[in-house]
């Protein structure tokens, strides 16, 4: 699905030049789960936001089923986006004055063959409080909402940005949980970016960025669902 060759990303932060990506080698198969492992300042949001196109690489190619999204201008990016990836951030990104049916309203507005927000809603276990705002909502449960809304696009690749890392361990398992059955559901290539290493227990593949370089790492026997890791 993604064939990556020399991606370079830097970033200049006053006199300072921070290389978050040097020059990094990458191929991607539809319908693999991916965790994308590494300390924090790694790069892997930054590879992360380059698949998902909302980063320009410095140098190098992001090739996406024969095109290259490096060559893309703004509105070719935004199209891609709309119809092939989903999104799922740390923060959630919910619109507050919007009930979670709305915010996955809005997902579903922008694709081109969605599920039905309530039928999303309903695949994450909240399909009950879909006319709730996100301030009446735990932050496990707007997470759901934000997986929910991912997914809505039924997305050709999920795209999760330390998905877990603002819930507790317990609702943590559960987001992981959906995120799992979706992934599998939908055949979608799914990358979870995390520093944590237990929920890389769950991947088919796990890749690990340091200084802007990248590895694969040898794959653990056996691979876990995500109520057998430990936090």
């Known amino acids: 699905m993604y064939s990556v060759r020399g991606l370079t990303r830097t970033y200049r932060i006053g006199p300072d030049e921070i290389h978050a990506l040097r ?27 380059l698949l998902g196109g909302l980063d320009r690489p410095d140098a190098g190619q992001i090739v996406f089923r024969g095109g290259d999204l490096a060559r893309l201008d703004d509105r070719a990016l935004a199209l891609y986006r709309r119809r092939h990836v989903g999104f799922v951030f740390q923060s959630y990104n919910l619109l507050p004055s919007l009930t979670a049916r709305e915010n996955v309203e809005l997902a ?9 927000a309530a039928d999303a809603l309903d ?7 879909m006319d709730q705002f996100p301030g009446q909502m735990s932050g496990g449960e707007q997470q759901r909402v934000a997986v929910a809304r991912a997914i809505s696009k039924r997305p050709d690749i999920l795209l999760c940005d330390e998905p877990t890392g603002a819930v507790d ?9 959906i995120i799992e059955r979706c992934s599998r559901e939908l055949g ?5 970016v995390t520093h944590n290493t237990a929920i890389a227990a769950i991947a088919e593949r ?22 057998e890791i430990s936090w």
């Open 206 to 227: 796990v890749l690990l960025l340091a200084g802007g370089n990248i590895a694969e790492a040898p794959p653990s026997s056996p691979r876990r669902n995500a109520r």
């Open 23 to 49: 020059g990094v080698d990458l191929d991607l198969e539809a319908g693999e789960l991916i965790a994308l492992l590494g300390p924090s300042g790694s790069g892997k949001s930054t590879l992360l936001n």
């Open 123 to 129: 695949v994450v276990g909240l399909r009950s409080r």
């Open 188 to 192: 979608a290539l799914t990358v979870i």
């Open 108 to 116: 579903c507005d922008a694709a081109e063959r969605p599920m039905a």
């Open 169 to 177: 361990s317990r609702t943590g398992v559960q987001v992981l949980e």
